[in-house]
Each structure stands twice: as structure tokens, then as C-alpha cells.
């Protein structure tokens, strides 16, 4: 949620920076008129208010003098009715107000590239060579269906499209991909395995921004009003919703594994084969607290920690930056990284990694008490995909595809499938 305070002094800029989004044409007039009606009333109160107070310490002085003290108790009576009129007033306009700014998007860095859309993204490094094959590669949904460890069609019968189904040692390579993954931030990196529900509840998903202008994209449990998780960033990050954490905390590095569940909306007919993009798939997740001052280092390691998984995996990569009208709701600035996929013929997105800035901790009311002034601040959030379990399984099969249809295991691997070093078909 952006800064009343920031869209109050310089409406024009915010307004500009929103519009850099290319995702609609912003305005913030009426967040002011209400702002500027909010203001008022405050004011107004805190003068009735302060009279109520003056007259009260007047009143035992006045009895004394014997003054007639019932004209004087009916204006206090009209006054406290004023006072009760202007709260349910000043509760109306706080609601509306927040209403508005809960659909407003972040506000992009004023340093990541202006643009209309990923084609406008830039490229920051290349990591590995694409494997030049001796033979017709396949695309992962019909190796992992000849080798009988994918089941799409069985995945359908029993849910429905964009369902999968992993089998046997498809099974356990996406097991051995979950651990391998938690493996390297937990025990190479520095962060701490959480392990949370699958669900949660409408305030959570407010805070990391995908209520209320996101509702059609999430499976919601309507009895309970409970959302399935979209990405373990949402537990993670309200894990300390309307806490205020000790200096010494910080910086706090989460990570944890998950399914993950999203209706897709608007996305048909894209990438419906296969496996990079169901409504169900499973991620592990790195989310951060920071300090602001040093929130923009955190992403530059935390986008380092996940690029990590695929050097130690072998698989080709790219980093890019997204531009202004790429970059997600609540991110401030992103990193996509894209692995090479040989049945695209391109890099395809396996992990974004974001910083957004105070924005989802206005949201969640996530601040921190600064050591010199003594006063309370918003943290700085962070989050990224460490990675795309489903997408990594894919990169897997299409890059260590042999020309008998079998899958080498990548080395780093091999311990956590139980000494296996390939998968054949039986």
C-alpha cells in the first residue's frame, strides 16, 4: 500500500510512476478529496474534543461558584453527539480511503527500465551454454509420458485441465528436487525452513497484495472464507503481520516449500501442455524482512541464491530485469530468471525475485524499531521463487534427455534419488 503521506506531497509524480506501468490509467483525485475530508474532520474533533476537556476542568470551579451548570451540561451533551457524528464520519472515509489504496500497485524504482511489456525487459547475464543436441530432442510432456512418470490424461480424469500426475520415479525426482532445493538455502545459504498451512485467511492475502484486485486468480474456500495458498510468500510474509520485530532481527530469511494453487484467469491458451502453467504446482519459496537501507543488497543475493540451484544443476539460464510494464502489482523491481528450454527453443521463467519495499508491510502492518530515533518503521519484504519445482522438473528432462528417450539425473541429484542415475522406461 503506497504512503498516503508520498500521494499527498507530490500527487503528480506518483500519478506519473503508476501510468509507467502500462497497466491502465491511474488517478489519484478522489484518494485526496478523501484524505483532505479525513484531515478535517480530525481536526474538527480534536477541537471539540479539547473544549469537552476545558469545560470539564471548569466544572467543579463553576459549582462552587453556583452557576447554574444545566445549560452549561446540554452544550457538552450537543458537543459529544458532534464528536460521535464526526468518528462514525471519519470511520466511513478511513474505509473508503483504504479501499483505494489497496488497488493502487506499487511504485516501480525509479532506476528499472521504462517499458510496455516483456519485450522491453533487460537481459543482466547469461549463465551456461545451451546443450547443442546429435538427435530431435523432445519436450518434456512426452518424455515424461514415454517414460511413463508423467500422467496428464489420468491427472485430467480425476480434476481436470492443468492438472499433473507424477509417477513412480517421476514421483521421487520431484521429491528429490524439493529436498535438493531446501537443502542448498537451508544448509549452503542462510535461511530458515518454515513449514506453513496451505491455507489462509482473507487478511493475509490483503497484506502481500493479491486482495482485493487479484480475488478471480485464487481458490477461495468460501465456508471458511480461507484462501489456498497462491505461493508460501503469503504465509511467510504475514507470518509477522501487526508485529513490530527488534532491530536485531534484521535482515530475516525465510524459505519453505509449498504447493501452490491459482485459477490462471486470463491465461488461456497459453503454455497448456505440459507443465509451466497449472492451477496446481509445487515452489519453494525465500521471503525477507530488511532493513530499507540495505533492502536492495538482499535482492541482489537473494536473486544470486536462487540462480545457485540451477549452476549446481547444470542448466542453462538468463537474468532479466523487468521493465515498468512488466514488473508484478506489489514488486517495486523484480529479476526474472528464465531457464533454457530446448523444446521452446528459448529461456522460459523458473523463478521471479522481488523487492517490494515498505508496500506489503503498510499492508500488514510488519515494522521494526529503529535503534537511534526509538520510533517504529516499515520493514522492507522481499520475496523469490528458489524455485519452480514443476518448471525445474521440466528443464531437467529436456536437458539431460538422451537419444534412447531415457533422462540422465543431474549429479547433484543423484544422492537425493537414492544413488539413481538414470531414469528408463520399463
Not at 524482512?289 to 538468463?318: C, G, V
Request: glycine share 6%; with cysteine.
Amino acid at each position: 500500500m503506497l504512503d498516503i503521506k508520498r500521494i499527498r506531497e507530490n500527487p503528480e509524480a506518483v500519478v506519473k510512476a503508476l501510468n509507467s506501468r502500462n497497466s491502465g490509467t491511474f488517478s489519484v483525485d478522489h484518494i485526496l478529496e478523501l484524505d483532505d475530508k479525513r484531515r478535517e474532520i480530525i481536526g474538527r474533533v480534536e477541537q471539540l474534543k479539547a473544549k469537552k476537556n476545558q469545560v470539564s476542568k471548569e466544572i467543579p470551579q463553576r459549582k462552587l461558584a453556583g452557576e447554574d451548570l444545566q445549560p452549561l451540561f446540554a452544550e457538552m451533551k450537543a458537543v459529544s453527539e458532534d464528536i460521535k457524528k464526526d468518528d462514525d464520519a471519519l470511520a466511513d472515509i478511513e474505509k473508503q480511503l483504504r479501499s483505494e489504496l489497496l488497488v493502487l500497485p506499487n511504485i516501480p524504482n525509479p532506476d528499472i527500465v521504462l517499458g510496455l511489456d516483456d519485450s522491453d525487459n533487460r537481459e543482466v547475464r547469461k549463465w551456461g551454454e545451451p546443450r547443442q543436441f546429435d538427435f530431435e530432442p523432445k519436450a518434456h510432456w512426452d518424455l515424461g509420458t514415454d517414460l511413463g512418470i508423467l500422467d496428464f490424461d489420468r491427472a485430467h480424469k480425476l480434476t481436470g485441465a492443468r492438472f499433473s500426475m507424477f509417477c513412480g520415479q517421476g514421483a521421487r525426482l520431484e521429491r528429490a528436487l524439493i529436498n535438493f532445493m531446501l537443502h542448498v538455502h537451508t544448509v549452503e545459504q542462510d535461511y530458515t525452513e518454515m513449514s506453513t498451512p496451505y491455507m489462509v485467511n482473507r487478511a493475509s492475502m490483503t497484506g502481500t497484495g493479491q486482495l482485493p484486485k487479484f480475488e478471480e486468480d485464487a481458490f477461495h474456500l468460501e465456508k471458511e472464507d480461507f484462501f489456498m495458498v497462491p505461493t508460501a510468500e503469503v504465509p511467510l510474509t504475514n507470518t509477522f503481520r501487526g508485529e513490530i520485530l527488534d532491530n536485531d532481527m534484521l535482515p530475516i530469511h525465510f524459505t519453505a516449500y509449498t504447493p501452490c494453487f491459482r485459477e490462471e484467469a486470463g491465461s488461456a491458451g497459453r503454455d497448456t501442455r505440459g507443465l509451466i502453467r497449472n492451477h496446481q504446482f509445487d515452489k519453494v519459496e525465500m521471503v525477507k524482512f530488511a532493513r530499507p537501507s540495505e533492502s536492495y543488497d538482499e535482492l541482489e543475493s537473494m536473486t544470486n541464491d536462487a540462480e545457485e540451484i540451477l549452476k549446481q544443476l547444470k542448466i542453462p539460464y538468463r537474468v532479466v530485469e523487468l521493465c515498468t510494464g512488466d514488473i508484478g502489482f506489489s514488486a517495486a523491481k523484480t529479476y526474472d530468471i528464465e531457464v533454457w528450454m530446448p523444446s521452446y527453443n528459448r529461456y522460459v521463467e523458473i523463478s521471479s525475485c522481488s523487492n517490494c519495499e515498505d508496500f506489503q508491510a503498510r499492508r500488514a502492518n510488519i515494522r521494526y524499531r529503529d535503534p537511534v530515533t526509538k520510533h517504529t518503521q516499515y520493514v522492507h519484504t522481499l520475496n523469490g521463487s528458489g524455485l519452480a519445482v514443476g518448471r525445474t522438473f521440466a528443464a531437467v528432462l529436456e536437458n539431460y534427455q538422451n537419444a534412447d528417450g531415457s533422462v540422465t539425473i543431474p549429479e547433484k541429484l543423484v544422492h537425493f534419488m537414492g544413488g539413481l542415475t538414470k531414469i528408463e522406461a520399463k
